[in-house]
Every structure is written in structure tokens, then in C-alpha cells.
């Protein structure tokens, strides 16, 4: 749902989950398959005499990421009280940044609706504490009533902040799968966790107020989210119905935004610099965190199309996941690169993406020996396909399943050129009717004496193979 009334930015609050502790204590960051409320102590839930302690590591996570995001690092960052009486946070304040965030000023090239490239533009990155889960008795605007689970309460949190430059659903989910992006190839964020990343979108048609949905768990919530308030604010304009500047919670459930309160602003949260910590002067810290920084997609996209010689497209959807790009590469040294990139990005994504798998549960290995039998001729497309989906739903014992031993089981090995000849000769002996209709000009028809090869071959035969020679037969008779 595009248009050129819609104005989207996005905050996005990124949980630094693969540190081994939270932001101003110690407790484990391995929280999520526990009981509620067993991985807390007392400066997590706020309890008076204890003092937060800065976890080095956690910023110089945050560093990584906003330098990855292209910000500008600042010298000195500190954190601030944000002051709010809700029960995710004990304390009654958040600890964040207000004044000083960490980075200013990055951007992230997307996609964009036209289906060129975009910039989007970054306001800032900073860093913050996490607040706590609460898990409501039904939806949050009918509960009769909630339930606090402070595991998550002071884990170390990253909120990104956009300019409003996106300008439909699609552009703000290719966003936020390019950061996802990003995030993973940092190794500083497992995105398969519960709340490892949550967006608040602030959306609004132009001359009208603006709406904040908060707190969208998914990339496909956010797009439905934002889908729903396009309509939602568009019909009451048609209507004449007046809006206001307000906080609004999607349901997942229902697929729609309901308001929970006026939209706050800055000064109701009584920002003031949080005593127990002294600012932070983190401009030496950079030159370290900017040597490890590894290869980063947009860098790798390139180095792929330059180094392999692959297609653009190719690149771009091998690059999109660091296991898919790290998996691309260990292929491509042991099997032709063009042929490796189109077969793992066109149809290994493919079918692992139809089964919502990731590409952990497939060898390179057997990738490779599948191109060296489709290279060597013992094998048709049609049959390296079966090969892999064969692999891919295989629950038992994975040694026992190779693509030489489908290929055997199956019978996919590649027919000779004897049997498809005479399966050649057969299919237009037994389609009369297509050989008149081809003759009779209708160059389509030749469609259904391949597929009766194939069907006579049990789809051993190369298709092209097989096309060529009904054309050559249908020429001489």
C-alpha cells in the first residue's frame, strides 16, 4: 500500500542479546526458556542502596552497530532518568540517553517502492535498559488484568531511530529486514529470540497528526500494522473526523490499532542525567570497535559480483542472511560460482523458505555433489530438484541420505539419448492431434508431446533436450 500522503519513521529497539549479561548487573541474559521472574536481582528490579554498573562490552556492541549504520560516534555519551509510572519498570524509570546518544546522523540503503535504491536516513542510535513483559489476560484494551515478568527488565537495549522517509508498509518491512541484516552480520543480535527486536512506528497521512503504534513483535506485523492505519486514518479524513496526536497498540489477533492513550511528549518524562553513572568518554574506544567490524552485506553484495561474477540479483539474495552467504561461499570453491549462486539463491532459498527452515539444516556438501552430477550430465534440473526437497524432508538419521543415494533410489539418473529418442518417437506417434495443431502453426502445441516424454521418461530426460528433438522429428515427417 504505497502512496505519496503516507509518511512513516520507524524506532526500532534491538536487544544485544549475545552478551552474557545484562546492561547494569549481572544477571544471565539467558532468560528465555525460564520460569518468570527468576533471572532478576536487586539493581535490575530497582530495590534502594544499589547502584548500576556499565557493561563495557554492551557498548562497545553499540558502537559496532551505529558504525555500521554509518552514524557519527560521539565522543562523550550519557545516560539520562526517563521517568514513567508504568509496572514494566520497577523503579518507576528507565535509564536511556537523551541529549548525548551514542550516534547521530547514519543511513541504511533500501529497496525502494519504485524498486530502486533508497536512502534512508538514521536521527540517531542510543542505548537504553530493557523494561519487563507484561502478559496481558486477553488484549491489552480489554484485560481484566496483567501479569509482570521482569526476566527481560535491564537487558541491554539499542533503539535506532529513522527519519520520516519511508513511504508505504513495504519500504518500512525492507527497512527493518535490512538492519536485521545488519544485526546479524555484527553477531550481536539472535533474532529467533522472544522480544530480541520490537518497533515502534510513528505514521501519518501529510497535514495530518501523527500516530504512534507501539510495540509490533514482527517485520510482517509491522507491515500489517501500518496497512491497517493508512486505511484507518485515510477513512476518517474522508469523514471529516478529527484526529489527534495519540499512542496506539496493534492486535495481532484482530489485525487492528487501538488507542491507549495522548501521545507523551519529551517533557512528560521529566529527562534528567542519571546520578549513579558518569558520562562516558568513548571516542578512544572507536579505532578498536572499527578494526573488527566485519564485511558487511552492501560490501560482500559487491565483492560477490566482482569476485564470482554473479548477477546483482544473485548477490543480493545470497547476501540478505549470513548463513546463506557464508554457506554460497564455501560452495562456490568447490563448484562453478554462477551455477552455485543461481542454484542456492533461486531454488535452495526457495524450498527452504517454503518450509520455513534454515539453511543450517542442508550441506554444503551435498549442494556441491548435486552441481557436479547437474554439471556431468548424470542428473536433469527436474531431478537435482528432487534431490534437495528429498534431503530437505528427510526426518531420520541425515547420514543415510546423500544425493547419490536419492539419485539411486529414485532412478533420477539422467535417460540416454537411445530412450529419449524412442521416447520421442512414441509421444508423436501417440499425439495426433498436437502434431496437427502444430502444423496447423500453433508452436504452443509442441508443449504437450514434451510433457509426454517426460511423462515416458519419468522426468529423466533434459527438457530442452527433449524439445529439440520433437521439433527435429515433427520437421522430418
Not at 118 to 135: C, F, N, W, Y
Not at 240 to 265: F, N, P
Request: glycine share 8%.
Amino acid at each position: 500500500m504505497a502512496g505519496g500522503d503516507v509518511i512513516i519513521g520507524l524506532e526500532v529497539h534491538v536487544q544485544l542479546n549475545r552478551l552474557h549479561s545484562k546492561l547494569f548487573c549481572g544477571c544471565s541474559t539467558d532468560y528465555h526458556a525460564s520460569d518468570p521472574n527468576t533471572h532478576t536481582c536487586p539493581v535490575c528490579l530497582g530495590l534502594p542502596g544499589t547502584l548500576p554498573v556499565v557493561n563495557r562490552r554492551a557498548v562497545e556492541y553499540a558502537i559496532r552497530v551505529a558504525l555500521a549504520l554509518n552514524c557519527q560516534i560521539q565522543g562523550e555519551t550519557l545516560f539520562y532518568r526517563k521517568n514513567y509510572y508504568y509496572p514494566d519498570l520497577p523503579k518507576a524509570f528507565q535509564i536511556t540517553q537523551y541529549d548525548f546518544p551514542l550516534g547521530l546522523g547514519g543511513s541504511i540503503l533500501i529497496k525502494g517502492e519504485d524498486g530502486e535504491e533508497k536512502k534512508i536516513r538514521i536521527t540517531r542510535v542510543h542505548m537504553e535498559e530493557d523494561p519487563g513483559r507484561l502478559v496481558h489476560a486477553g488484549t491489552i484494551d480489554r484485560a481484566k488484568y496483567s501479569m509482570v515478568d521482569y526476566n527481560r527488565c535491564g537487558m541491554s537495549l539499542l533503539e535506532v531511530v529513522t527519519e520520516p522517509d519511508l513511504r508505504s508498509p513495504k519500504e518500512a518491512r525492507s527497512f527493518l529486514d535490512k538492519l536485521r541484516n545488519i544485526l546479524e552480520y555484527l553477531d550481536v543480535f539472535d533474532g529467533g529470540l522472544e522480544g530480541a527486536m520490537r518497533i515502534d512506528s510513528n505514521i501519518s497521512l501529510v497535514g495530518g497528526e501523527r500516530a504512534e503504534v507501539k510495540n509490533i513483535s514482527s517485520h510482517k506485523g509491522v507491515e500489517k500494522a501500518l496497512a491497517y492505519e493508512i486505511t484507518r486514518q485515510r477513512s476518517a479524513r474522508r469523514r471529516g473526523v478529527a484526529q489527534v496526536q495519540e499512542t496506539r497498540h496493534y492486535d495481532e489477533l484482530r489485525a487492528i490499532t487501538v488507542s491507549i492513550r495522548t501521545k507523551e511528549e519529551a517533557h512528560d518524562y521529566r529527562y534528567f542525567p542519571e546520578p549513579d553513572l558518569v558520562p562516558m568518554r568513548i571516542a578512544d574506544w572507536v579505532p578498536k570497535v572499527e578494526a573488527e567490524l566485519p564485511e558487511l552485506p552492501d560490501a560482500k553484495r559487491e565483492r560477490f559480483v566482482a569476485e564470482y561474477g554473479i548477477a546483482d540479483d544473485h548477490a543480493r539474495s545470497l547476501t540478505s542472511e549470513i548463513r546463506v552467504a557464508n554457506f554460497y561461499e564455501v560452495v562456490a570453491k568447490r563448484a562453478p560460482p554462477r551455477l552455485a549462486a543461481a542454484w542456492i539463491a533461486d531454488v535452495l532459498k526457495g524450498e527452504l523458505n517454503y518450509r520455513d527452515i534454515t539453511i543450517d539444516k542442508f550441506s554444503p556438501d551435498h549442494m556441491v555433489e548435486i552441481l557436479s552430477m547437474l554439471e556431468g550430465g548424470k542428473i536433469t534440473e527436474k531431478g537435482a530438484v528432487e534431490v534437495i526437497r528429498t534431503i530437505l524432508d528427510h526426518s531420520g538419521d541425515p547420514s543415510e541420505v546423500t544425493p547419490a543415494r536419492v539419485v539411486e533410489a529414485k532412478g533420477l539418473v539422467r535417460a540416454g539419448d537411445d530412450a529419449v529418442k524412442a521416447a520421442v518417437r512414441a509421444a508423436v506417434e501417440e499425439s495426433a492431434q498436437a502434431v496437427a495443431d502444430y502444423r496447423a502453426g500453433n508452436e504452443k502445441a509442441i508443449n504437450f508431446i514434451v510433457g509426454v516424454v517426460m511423462k515416458k521418461t519419468r522426468g529423466r530426460a533434459d527438457p530442452g533436450e527433449a524439445n529439440r528433438l520433437v521439433k527435429e522429428t515433427l520437421d522430418e515427417i
